[in-house]
């Protein structure tokens, strides 16, 4: 979902710009030095799920997992998702430089509310939990669809037809990125259960 250099306008990118850094700020200040190493893994995750992609038009369509790196960082996606688009920028073209700010809008900030949407719930009974899950993944594309055509329809009102183009054809994506997180977080729930968001502290019945 890599929107191109030299399709949006000067106000669009400085506002991405400057939301991305603000974002990217509160998410600094949010990581934790113990979650660094979490951190890395998740933004090379994110990293590989966007190489192979699909051009459509000034975008382009792709695995994201920015439901999964949002449910389980919160607010550090968005230092996490920056430095893997930065680097697909520099070595592979994907995106760019100029686009920076707006394509981490794009991606970190639907990440960010469904980790408050759907943090609580997955702790709940397995139907509950794993259609949480499922929604938390599947929404997060659905959000950073609907920005990406935000962006491009406030930049020129001409690339309406094309930002629905966007949103049809990241439904499938939807579907997909959904039952990839659903199946994380399961898996997650059975051999690491403190990396998800909310777990309930264990009480500690050690007697001496």
């Not at 399961?186 to 009480?203: E, I, N, Y």
């Amino acid at each position: 979902m890599h929107i191109s250099e030299g399709v949006l306008s000067g106000p669009v990118l400085v506002s991405g710009a400057a939301l991305a850094a603000a974002g990217t700020a509160m998410g600094l200040k949010s990581l934790d030095y113990d979650h660094v190493a979490r951190a890395g893994i998740l933004s090379a995750a994110f990293f590989v799920a966007s190489l192979i992609h699909v051009p459509i038009g000034p975008s382009s369509v792709h695995l994201i997992l920015n439901g999964v790196v949002g449910l389980l960082l919160g607010w550090a996606a968005f230092p996490v998702i920056l430095v893997a688009l930065l680097l697909q920028a520099v070595l592979f073209q994907f995106g760019g430089i100029t686009t920076l700010g707006v394509n981490t809008i794009i991606m970190a900030l639907p990440a960010v509310v469904c980790y408050y949407l759907f943090r609580s719930l997955i702790h709940r009974r397995r139907a509950v939990g794993l259609t949480a899950a499922f929604a938390c993944g599947s929404l997060a594309v659905l959000g950073s669809a609907l920005l990406a055509a935000a962006a491009l329809v406030f930049t020129e009102q001409n690339f309406l037809q094309i930002a629905g183009l966007i949103i049809a054809a990241h439904l499938p994506v939807m579907i997909i990125e959904g039952i990839v997180t659903a199946f994380c977080v399961r898996f997650l729930q059975k051999v690491q259960p403190d990396m998800l968001p909310g777990t309930p502290a264990v009480a500690d019945t050690t007697t001496y």
